[in-house]
């Protein structure tokens, strides 16, 4: 006889370690757990219940956690092409209005708006849109008066720009006004929400100088807010993402980055994310010399051989000119030329001024500067002028500029430009559209200094030529993207710049990854260094001194363990990295060995690695509250937990199934308990569902279940568990099951205050060979279970069974304590006597607990019986 105090937070191992004795785990651990989940402080509880929350459609989907603060948070729905937000669980939708844009599409012509633009600026149809060209300083507008404006009603505008950024300002008091909202939208589809009080006035406008373009601006009808996107259904699963406030950056295979935007609780807007100043690759090395056809604004780019392609569309130049020339047409105070840069000695030093004042009235203003942002006066123009300029100020390194100053300016447009033949200027312009191989329109960013044919030229890093980054990470203050066999990162605490004028610790970085598999960067992840995964390593990102915050001078990689990564983005636990390794059946742990000054690798699934039965791991979340779990849901549609504790050496596998396939999963943070978001394909479509608290285990125990606070007899809403047979689960007890009519209601009777519907699931736990229970091994040795005995929290014995194995078993005593019991009645405690358990004798012999209601298992105890003595066997012998 034998006693066996068998605790759960050992969790599941492999069956080939069942007979490994001399291992403490083994004692302590089953040999299968589905749907019961450890808890890392011993017991087991069968695992909460699914909500529904609604249909998601497809079932090649990938959700994006939007986390920026307690009380803003939301899941981004990732399927073909197609971007849906999810807020308070709930599509985020729009409501038909009465009010109209009239001509928001710019079919023809700019009719139904009015311009009103500064002196030199100019909006005009082009092509189907509206084209902004400002003057740097002078806006280009349009506005559009909403005349009885149907007010008290939500209003949902959807703006598609492209090019270049477009302010919109919405408001009560005409053009201009923004006391409902102003911003600057970027190229890209934008849904804003607002519900007006008064009549209301939408005004476009532009300062850039070169085109910024307005697609169409209308009012939405009623139905969800969808987004368009350039990510396909084969690319979703290789999305990568980090967030900066209301801002979530994409990155994901083969295509151009996004930026994600909450404007409001209902107002998100996608953009290509584009940086204007870089990154770029090589000078030329080529005999093709490259030509602007302007300074500024918008123009050609030519090339003098066949280079241009297109899918150049969108690619960034750089042009380094021979000498400078700057220019400018101000049309207002406070505005001017650029600065030319003037070195060298005598003749060297000359630069030519020419100011055109026809028509116009101001004072220009020659300024001189030691650093290209404090100017002095030097001499003054009020009429047309061309001349010759040498300040002889030998060997002296100083900028030169035209400015028409504060109170100087009266009319008419005042054209200024500076030249000279010493040094150059840096330019950067965008491919807006493929003419022929050999031109191309461009937007220029950075004012280029000559007009006259280069060879010194650099083409971005990013395009549909060169590639684009596949992950990203934000890490010390800098935006990081990594793919295409580079890493680079933004210039500090400025995500959008890679400006490589920059010098010091915050200029951008950029390296070669130069060995393995590199073209496509798998993740990047958060340590105490920044790591990255590629197919055949796990790379540290680090700088030379440990601590050092990294920088252009002191980065470098080194290599990790070779074990590789698979394209599935981990998880990170405090200062540990879990990750899928490459053959997508084992997960690793990454943590930081002080010793070697690097990060090792370490394998979590060594006690059990047939628990993935076959199939591959498709994605890892992790929740911290209310314990540290990871989820992991399998190729397969079925899922795992492990239940983890560093500290306490707690690391038990489990398992847990529904009836349908699991496609997805996502977590928010909450103060309480994490939320874990799970994408099940069940018979009647693909939901999305949620896994409730677990401290609500005993209210909510039924998947795809919907809930009702004091329903009466009917309860509706159930059109998704059409033809199931569902389980009615009130205050605490069962009420029975029920066949779901395609109407999706159904008829209870009793008065109660809290019901639950949903589909039931198994839960069941196969304990190990229960060969510890003596000083000696009884592996070999035939015994059997005389008696099991129970302490438990919050159970209903109905459905609970227990027995030999999973076709031998048996229900819970009807009496207990002399009195008849209510099965279907949910206890707070479960504390009695061992009961009869009718074990055969066996060298195998096992428990099997099977049930489909909740229990919170402490701990059982096991009355074992030896057919013969261990003497008496040796004798025989």
């Keep these: 006889m034998g006693l066996v105090y068998n605790k759960f937070n050992r969790g599941e191992i492999d069956d080939l370690l069942l007979a490994r004795e001399d291992v403490d785990r083994v004692s302590d651990s089953a040999a299968f757990m589905n749907n019961f989940i450890p808890s890392r402080m011993g017991p087991m509880m069968y695992r909460p219940g699914m909500q529904y929350l609604g249909e998601v459609g497809t079932s090649d989907v990938y959700f994006v956690p939007f986390f920026a603060s307690r009380d803003s948070t939301a899941l981004l729905e990732f399927t073909d092409q197609r971007l849906r937000v999810w807020d308070n669980e709930q599509l985020i939708t729009s409501s038909a209005t009465s009010d109209t844009i009239t001509n928001g599409d710019f079919a023809t012509d700019l009719s139904g708006w009015v311009t009103n633009n500064d002196t030199g600026a100019f909006v005009i149809w082009d092509n189907g849109t509206a084209r902004f060209a400002g003057t740097g300083i002078g806006k280009a507008s349009i506005y559009q008066t909403l005349t009885g404006t149907d007010t008290g009603a939500e209003h949902t505008l959807e703006i598609v720009v492209v090019e270049a950024p477009i302010t919109i300002a919405i408001g009560t008091s005409g053009a201009d006004s923004d006391d409902i909202f102003t911003g600057s939208l970027a190229p890209g589809t934008h849904s804003l929400v607002f519900t007006p009080d008064s009549d209301v006035t939408i005004t476009l406008s532009s300062r850039l100088e070169y085109y910024a373009r307005v697609d169409s601006i209308q009012f939405k009808g009623t139905g969800n807010l969808e987004l368009p996107t350039d990510i396909s259904s084969s690319q979703i699963r290789s999305i990568r993402h980090t967030q900066s406030a209301d801002v979530v950056f994409i990155a994901y295979n083969n295509g151009q980055q996004y930026r994600v935007e909450r404007r409001g609780v209902k107002s998100w807007s996608i ?197 684009y980054p596949s992950s990203v990470a934000l890490y010390e203050g800098r935006l990081w993207w990594a793919g295409n066999t580079r890493i680079w990162g933004s210039v500090s605490d400025a995500y959008n710049s890679f400006d490589d004028t920059l010098e010091g610790g915050d200029a951008p970085i950029q390296r070669t990854i130069g ?143 529904t009836d349908g396939t699991m496609k997805d999963l996502v977590v928010l943070p909450s103060d309480d308990e994490d939320r874990l978001y799970i994408v099940v394909q069940r018979n009647n479509g693909v939901f999305l569902e949620r896994l409730s608290e677990f401290e609500q285990v005993a209210r909510y125990p039924y998947d795809s279940h919907k809930r009702y606070s004091s329903p009466g007899g009917t309860l509706t809403g159930l059109q998704h568990l059409a033809g199931e047979t569902v389980k009615v689960w009130a205050d605490g007890a069962v009420l029975g099951e029920q066949l779901v009519p395609g109407s999706g209601v159904i008829n209870i009777t009793g008065s109660h205050t809290y019901v639950t519907v949903g589909l039931p699931y198994t839960g069941e736990y196969t304990s190990n060979k229960l060969s510890g229970f003596v000083r000696y091994s009884t592996l070999t040795r035939r015994k059997r279970v005389l008696g099991v005995g129970m302490i438990a929290r919050d159970i209903c014995r109905a459905g609970f069974l227990v027995g030999s194995n999973a076709d031998n078993l048996y229900p819970l005593p009807l009496i207990e304590r002399g009195r008849e019991v209510d099965l279907n009645r949910l206890i707070s405690v479960y504390d009695e006597p061992s009961f009869e358990f009718s074990g055969d004798f066996d060298v195998d012999s096992r428990v099997h607990i099977k049930c489909e209601a909740p229990c919170k298992i402490m701990a059982m105890v096991y009355d074992i019986e030896e057919s013969e003595s261990r003497n008496q066997n040796n004798n025989q012998s």
């Design 515 to 657: 060995f393995g598999p590199v073209d496509v960067v798998d993740w990047l992840a958060i340590s105490s260094r920044l790591l990255m995964g590629v197919a055949s390593d796990e790379i540290s990102v680090r700088s030379s001194s440990f601590g050092e915050v990294l920088t252009d001078a002191n980065i470098n990689l080194k290599s990790g363990s070779s074990q590789g990564v698979a394209p599935i983005e981990p998880i990170r636990i405090d200062d540990d990295v879990l990750f899928v390794q490459r053959a997508k059946k084992r997960v690793f742990k990454l943590a930081y060995d002080a010793g070697r000054d690097s990060h090792i690798a370490i394998d979590m699934l060594t006690l059990n690695e047939s628990i993935i039965d076959g199939s591959k791991i498709r994605k890892l979340v992790v929740t911290r509250q209310p314990e540290t779990r990871v989820f992991a849901i399998l190729e397969n549609g079925k899922g795992l937990v492990l239940t983890y504790d560093n500290a306490e050496d707690v690391k038990a596998w489990s398992r847990f199934d």
């Design 271 to 467: 953009t290509k994310y584009q940086s204007n100043d870089g990154p770029f690759g090589f000078i030329n090395d080529t005999d093709i010399t490259l030509r602007s056809s302007v300074l500024s604004g918008n123009g050609t780019l030519s090339s003098s051989a066949p280079y241009f392609t297109p899918e150049h569309e969108g690619a960034l130049y750089k042009l380094l000119s021979s000498g400078q020339t700057v220019s400018e047409s101000v049309t207002a105070e406070e505005s001017g030329t650029n600065g030319i840069r003037v070195t060298g000695v005598e003749e060297e030093r000359k630069f030519n001024i020419n100011v055109n004042l026809s028509g116009a009235s101001a004072t220009v203003t020659l300024q001189r500067s030691t650093d290209d942002v404090t100017w002095t006066d030097v001499e003054s123009y009020t009429s047309n002028t061309f001349k010759s300029y040498d300040d002889t100020l030998d060997n002296s390194i100083l900028y030169y500029r035209l400015f028409v100053k504060a109170g100087d300016y009266t009319s008419g447009t005042v054209t200024l430009s500076l030249s000279y033949a010493g040094g150059s200027i840096e330019g950067v312009a965008r491919v807006t559209r493929y003419v022929t191989s050999t031109s191309v329109a461009i937007q220029i960013y950075q004012d280029f200094g000559s007009t006259t044919a280069t060879r010194d030229w650099y083409e971005g890093q990013w395009s549909d030529v060169n590639g």
